[in-house]
């Protein structure tokens, strides 16, 4: 059975940092794909990022670019996003998910709240 498990979601103030990570457990393939979401209140889920099992990574947020650092644990199965200097638009529930050969499985997400 496939688990994808997000963690290290909270409430930081703008400025801070936080660390989300995302766990793939039971998985078929050794390689795939990982790939971060996001969906604020009342707006549509977006593609913050993905990272290959190859490490390639791709951001697709350009307000995140140079804040947001995906990284990878291949030994581990666990894809990391590193937030700095977080904002309050970043505020959201962000999400990942692990995908080949036509497989895609999602987590349940974690919050994140930027707020003073």
């Known amino acids: 059975q496939v688990q994808v498990v997000e963690s290290g979601g909270g409430l930081a103030q703008p400025g801070e940092s936080l660390r989300l990570s995302c766990a793939a457990f039971?998985?078929?393939?050794?390689?795939?794909?990982m790939q971060w979401y996001r969906q604020a209140p009342g707006k549509e889920r977006e593609l913050v990022g993905s990272i290959t099992a190859t490490g390639s990574i791709t951001y697709f947020v350009d307000s995140v670019k140079g804040r947001f650092t995906i990284s990878r644990d291949m030994n581990q199965n666990t894809m990391y996003l590193q937030m700095n200097n977080l904002r309050p638009e970043d505020t959201a529930v962000y999400s990942c998910?692990?995908?080949?050969?036509?497989?895609?499985?999602w987590g349940h997400g974690t919050q994140v709240t930027v707020s003073s």
């Open positions: 039971g998985f078929p393939y050794k390689d795939y794909l």
């Open positions: 998910n692990v995908a080949r050969s036509g497989l895609l499985y």
